[in-house]
């Protein structure tokens, strides 16, 4: 095929040899398999930032964390030299993300390289070695979608422990090989601790994928794992390896009205005092 021109720089540097095919274009990025020795992988070329669209949201971007402080002044400037910055700091997310779950265990294309806005990665393949398909492409028996369901969410545990929310989970960004799903797409994903909308986004992430999965298997619908997740998570106890019952306990106790009228006096008998105090001084003036 045409060499698409973002991909010229890695063909004369040696580090791909052929540009096999182009997958499916998305919203934020384009995708060619590509040939580097014997090996078939996957290159994915950024658009520009103009042509992304909501991932750039401000509501992902919070508690990321800069490095280099003349850098993270500059990004909050509107100036070129800042929007550059921003930029490369947002390209960077997703190969930092993968490598970061690689070595947390959590199914991903392995990271091999980022070049000039493109990443080079692992192709998820199928049975027959072409482009593995999607979650939402394939049908599922009953067993086959609480087995993926489970892993998924194994998966979401592990990514949580390693500090990072998806954030876009969806049938959409879900791969499926001979060993099941494989995640992808992740330069939007946030920083579990430093983000305020970490916590809905969990949420959401786990709520589509109980969606998709119960259209195979319906008792997963009836299932929590997320609030569940995310308790264990603010109370410090979730682990890899932590055992989850898909329930969550709303927090139903009823407010003991005793204790919060005594409080409510003890705050008016305060402020009684203080206000003869005040007066007490301002009389002694
Ligand atoms: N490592 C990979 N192996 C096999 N196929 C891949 C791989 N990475 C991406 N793809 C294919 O390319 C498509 C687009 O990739 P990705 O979701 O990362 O890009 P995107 O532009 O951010 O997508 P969108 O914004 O539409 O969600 C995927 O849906 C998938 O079919
Ligand atoms: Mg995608």
Request: glycine content about 6%; overall charge negative; cysteine-free.
């Given at each position: 095929m045409k060499i698409p021109k973002r991909l010229q720089p890695l063909l004369d540097e040696g580090?791909?040899?052929?540009?096999?095919t182009q997958l499916m274009s998305g919203k934020e990025a384009q995708v060619y398999v590509v040939r580097c020795g014997d090996e078939l992988r996957c290159a994915k070329v950024f658009k520009e930032a103009k042509q992304?669209?909501?991932?750039?949201?401000v509501e992902y971007q919070e508690?990321?964390?800069?490095?280099?402080s003349r850098r993270a002044r500059a990004m909050s400037k509107k100036t070129r030299y800042g929007q550059r910055e921003q930029e490369d700091a947002w390209l960077n997310a997703e190969v930092d993300a993968l490598y970061r779950l690689a070595s947390a265990g959590v199914r991903v294309p392995k990271p091999y390289s980022f070049v000039d806005g493109v990443l080079l990665m692992e192709m998820i393949a199928d049975e027959e070695g072409y482009a593995a398909p999607r979650l939402d492409n394939v049908t599922l028996t009953e067993d086959q979608a609480r087995d993926y369901h489970g892993q998924v969410i194994a998966d979401v545990v592990r990514m949580l422990c390693a500090?990072?929310?998806?954030?876009?989970?969806?049938e959409f960004n879900v791969l499926v090989d001979r060993h099941g799903p494989v995640i992808i797409d992740l330069?939007?994903?946030?920083d579990a601790a430093g983000n305020n909308n970490a916590a809905r986004m969990l949420e959401r992430d786990v709520d589509n994928m109980r969606a998709y999965f119960g259209r195979f298997a319906?008792?997963?619908?009836?299932?929590e794992y997320g609030k569940e997740i995310w308790a264990l998570y603010e109370s410090g106890?979730?682990?890899?390896d932590v055992k989850l019952t898909g329930r969550f306990e709303h927090?139903?106790?009823?407010?003991?009205v005793d204790e919060l009228m005594a409080v409510i006096d003890d705050a008016l008998e305060e402020e009684a005092d203080r206000r003869e105090r005040t007066r007490d001084d301002q009389e002694d003036e």
């Open positions: 580090m791909i040899d052929e540009v096999v992304r669209s909501f991932k750039q949201a508690g990321r964390k800069v490095r280099n500090g990072l929310v998806h954030g876009d989970l969806s330069p939007q994903a946030v319906p008792e997963l619908l009836d299932t106890e979730l682990h890899p927090d139903t106790s009823s407010v003991n």
